[in-house]
Structure formats: C-alpha cells, structure tokens
C-alpha cells in the first residue's frame, strides 16, 4: 500500500477522531468516494473494490440545526493539523490537510435555488446546500471502521441518489458517478431494498432516476419500471 494512501487514511482517522470527540459524528453521513472505500473494507467478500482517486471527504449532516449548540468542530479539526479556509464568495468553509484530504460539510438545499450556503449552527461555518441529499437518509447503513461507529448511505440509496442528480452534474463528474452506480449496482445493491427506496421516491423523481438509468445504459432491477 503506498504511503500517500497510508497517509490519506490516518487523515481519515483524525478527521473521525475530531467528529468523535464533538459529538458529530452520530449526526453525519460519510458520502461518496470515502462511503465507497468503507462499502470495500467494510464487506470484502462482496468483491466490491474503490481504488482512492480524490482527497474529497464529504459529510452530510442530515439537519441542520441539530445539534442546536456550537460542538467545538473548528478547533478540534484544527488541533489535529488541518487548515480552515473561507471560501470568500460563498462564504462556505473547508478543512483542509496538506494535499491529502479536504472535509466538506453538506447539507439539503433550502429555501431559493440562489441561496447556496447555509449557516449550521452546530459547526458554526457556513456549508454548501445541495438538493437531493435527503435521498441518501433513507434507512444508512452504520458500519465499524477501526474503532468508529460511522453512518454511510445504503448502497441502494447511494445509487438512486447518483441518477438522481446526473441532469445538474457536470460531465467529469457524471462520468465517474455512473463508473461508482456500475460497480455498486453489480456488487452491492439487492433487488429489494433498492425497489423498496425507489418506491418511497416522487413520481417526479423516479422518473428522473429512470431517465438517467436508460441514457447510460444501466439496467436496474425495479419491479415497476417501464
């Protein structure tokens, strides 16, 4: 294993470490690239395999005023080597450690699509809000990962919300979801689960997932589908 990797992953560590000891970590989902390398450690016998191609650690928290107090996130963070920076026209701050990862906190778009950013109490930075999140809060999953109890969204949910927001994404990015909804579709996800997520959705939002499902080519096991 190379010792970028390596490093990445104690960076992982202490990131956990800080949401941990504040409190956090209960109320965030772990999602993309990271979630799919937790998906490989996590359940090796499905022969699921996630090769770390970015430093992008993102965390949904799922609402955003709770917790209602501040947790101490900034400065527990920094104590453990990472740099706070304020993005000076949106407003939103980022952690960054070295070039080896860089935490972004989410959150569910509200209000006007103008409005991008959000102030959460609870970290006390402004975060970006983008729409469709809340899809991966149907039923997470919680897995252990050395000593840490973390919350992913089911891979069921991982996929449906990665169709969901192909029309929006750009296309560097819509390329590699649909590379991850492959890999996941075929190692992780069950027939079951996946229709009963998709039928909890909108009409307007299965139609969507569809959509975007039929224009890569990707079959998926739904009992209703068209």
Do not use: C
Not at 9 to 38: D, M, N, P, Q
Not at 136 to 159: C, G, H, N, Q
Not at 208 to 226: C, F, H, Q, T, W
């Amino acid at each position: 294993m190379s010792s970028v990797l390596e490093a990445q992953k104690e960076s992982f560590r202490l990131a956990l470490e800080a949401l941990k000891e504040t409190g956090l970590l209960s109320h965030v989902l772990v999602i993309g690239s990271w979630a799919e390398y937790l998906y490989q450690e996590t359940d090796p016998e499905s022969g699921f395999v996630k090769h770390l191609q970015t430093r992008d650690l993102d965390l949904f928290l799922e609402n955003l005023r709770k917790p209602d107090n501040p947790a101490g996130i900034v400065e527990a963070i920094k104590q453990r080597g990472f740099l706070l920076d304020i993005d000076r026209v949106t407003e939103v701050g980022k952690f960054y450690k070295e070039d080896l990862l860089e935490i972004q906190f989410l959150v569910r778009a509200l209000g006007s699509a103008i409005v991008t950013s959000h102030m959460a109490p609870a970290l006390s930075i402004r975060v970006e809000g983008l729409r469709d999140l809340d899809v991966l809060s149907f039923k997470p999953m919680t897995v252990e990962w050395e000593d840490y109890s973390i919350r992913i969204p089911s891979p069921e949910a991982f996929v449906l919300q990665k169709l969901l927001i192909q029309d929006y994404r750009q296309s560097w990015k819509r390329e590699k979801d649909i590379e991850a909804v492959r890999m996941v579709l075929s190692r992780l996800v069950k027939s079951t689960p996946l229709n009963m997520h998709f039928n909890h959705l909108s009409e307007s939002r299965k139609k969507r997932i569809v959509a975007s499902a039929k224009r890569s080519g990707i079959i998926l096991p739904l009992s209703n589908e068209d």
